[in-house]
């Protein structure tokens, strides 16, 4: 890929995401863009939250949400009890997403059947630690549920396959990103960075020339950095 093969002890990790992997939307039209494309943002994709928050949450009050999450990643109905007991059991240290890789895979493994699904790591390079920190005051929540993690500074965990790069702003515990700009194009015709296979962007150079000329171009008000994308696992390519 792009520059060199990441090392991960130059990035910090941001959290371990169980997403689908979803078909390029009908109005995000791009000569550039592949037909499939993983992203962060929940502007486009589906990303496992209701789950990871029965930890703490009352199962009676978030029934309804979390029906409909396990439908949307092929839990089977009879399951759900199941769900939620395992989800009360986990330790995990942070609200919004899963802080350790292991509960993220032994959900997509146990109970999650839609083939689209993938366990994704997400690692900030430590060079655009003072960057992130600057832009705290762009988010309402001045980065709760990403800074906790990134405070942390701990390396990526081992066993992820590099993906590629996405330009990403964090804002209300959720994730925009470039594609939400149409900015494939657009940086395909200013700079000749074409996209990969996933949409994902090969190399951080070029993911640092689209995300600072997102934030040069009036980007909404958000976190923006881009961000290494690392596979765990997926149930289907």
């Not at 990035?11 to 494309?37: E, F, M, N, Q, W």
């Not at 962060?40 to 789950?51: A, E, H, K, Q």
């Not at 890789?101 to 060079?127: D, K, W, Y």
């Not at 990103?177 to 996209?195: K, N, Q, T, V």
Request: aromatic share 10%; net charge negative; glycine share 8%.
């Amino acid at each position: 890929m792009g520059d060199h093969s990441p090392t991960m002890s130059d990035y910090v990790s941001g959290g371990y995401y169980v997403l689908k992997a979803i078909p390029r939307p009908s109005d995000l039209p791009s000569s550039v863009l592949p037909d499939t494309l993983l992203t962060m943002s929940t502007c486009f994709t589906r990303v496992v939250c209701d789950i990871v928050q029965l930890q703490w949450d009352n199962y009676d009050d978030v029934r309804e949400a979390i029906a409909d999450e396990a439908r949307e990643f092929g839990i089977p109905e009879a399951q759900i009890p199941e769900l939620v007991s395992w989800a009360k059991e986990q330790r995990n240290t942070n609200y919004l997403v899963y802080s350790e890789v292991e509960p993220a895979l032994e959900l997509r493994q146990r109970f999650i059947t839609n083939p689209a699904t993938h366990v994704i790591g997400i690692g900030l390079h430590t060079s655009l630690l003072a960057s992130f920190e600057s832009q705290l005051d762009k988010d309402m929540n001045r980065g709760t549920g990403l800074l906790e993690l990134v405070n942390e500074k701990r390396a990526p965990a081992d066993g992820g396959h590099v993906l590629g790069f996405e330009p990403l702003g964090f804002e209300a515990t959720k994730f925009h990103s470039w594609l939400c700009h149409y900015a494939p194009d657009e940086a395909h015709a200013r700079f000749g960075i074409r996209p990969n296979h996933l949409g994902l962007i090969d190399g951080l150079n070029a993911a640092r020339q689209v995300n600072e000329y997102l934030l040069e171009t009036g980007a909404e008000q958000a976190i923006w950095e881009p961000w290494l994308i690392l596979d765990y696992a997926s149930t289907g390519t």
